[in-house]
């Protein structure tokens, strides 16, 4: 009875052993830097130059896309340990504020970033004030990508400003070469809500309306927000210096949307090595980190 006692030990031993081996080899799996990113170019884009830099330097990494709701709740539980797109100063403050004792910001990597309202270059509106008295030739609608919640909180808050009958006409971003193609080619009066940096306002020559007492106004900042269970210490060092000027985010938006042979990680390193500044940023051997644009 002993020994059979005895066998069974050695078995619970060893399966301990086994299980704590596996649980071990996942953890071992897992990259040391883990960004969330979400579904808009920009996002994307500082998602994978971090990682294209931290595996320079020969760090395990990876991205991962998230939605809203599940970037917080990732971010909150160490799911994933950097967020690059954290908008200051209030457009994510409330989810900030829920998760602050598990997080710790790592200050500003991009600075002038904005919202605003755009038509094609060639209408002749030139104030957001005269939007009421356009109304009928953009057909009393502005619109509004779904990604950007600020964005359809600013354009309500321009709507009711104005007392007009606009409305709000919510889209995915991947539409806006669709709608804006067929706005160009028929020169279609459109009004877009979007958000700076993007390639679209290059590369459909869209300006922005001037505002006068409304709300997109506001420039914003992108901040670096990490989970407190991040400790390497030159991981902490390369985040902390990490910073993208807006010139610089707008190249490189370019580039990931030119239609050319080869990935978006093949593209993102093509960038890189022609702006070595940024690694230089990062390196910390030229000191613009941090200054106005």
Request: negative net charge; aromatic residues 10%; hydrophobic residues 35%.
């Amino acid at each position: 009875m002993k020994r059979l006692g005895f066998i069974i030990i050695i078995f619970l031993c060893v399966g301990c052993t086994g299980e704590n081996k596996i649980e071990l080899e996942e953890q071992e799996k897992k990259a040391s830097l883990r960004i969330g990113y979400e579904n808009y170019p920009s996002s994307y884009a500082q998602a994978l130059l971090v990682q294209e830099i931290a595996e320079r330097k020969g760090h395990s990494t990876e991205i991962a896309l998230q939605n809203q709701t599940d970037m917080w709740k990732q971010l909150e539980n160490g799911g994933i340990n950097t967020y690059l797109t954290a908008w200051f100063p209030d457009i994510h403050a409330p989810q900030i504020m829920a998760i602050q004792n598990n997080i710790q910001d790592l200050g500003m990597n991009c600075n002038g970033s904005n919202t605003g309202l755009y038509v094609p270059s060639y209408t002749h509106i030139a104030y957001a004030f005269e939007l009421n008295f356009y109304r009928h030739k953009f057909k009393k609608t502005i619109y509004v990508c779904e990604e950007s919640s600020s964005s359809n909180k600013a354009a309500q808050a321009l709507i009711e400003a104005l007392g007009t009958d606009i409305k709000i006409k919510q889209i995915p971003y991947k539409s806006l070469d669709t709608l804006l193609t067929k706005a160009r080619q028929n020169k279609e009066w459109i009004v877009l809500a979007l958000w700076s940096p993007n390639s679209k306002i290059n590369q459909y020559q869209l300006r922005r309306l001037n505002e006068i007492d409304f709300s997109f106004g506001k420039h914003y900042e992108t901040h670096t927000l990490i989970h407190k269970s991040l400790q390497d210490e030159e991981l902490l060092t390369l985040l902390d210096n990490y910073y993208i000027h807006q010139w610089e985010l707008n190249s490189l938006l370019c580039e990931l949307e030119i239609q050319s042979v080869g990935s978006s990680k093949d593209k993102i390193k093509g960038w890189l090595d022609k702006n070595s500044q940024v690694m230089e940023r990062v390196d910390n051997t030229i000191t613009t980190h941090h200054l106005e644009e």
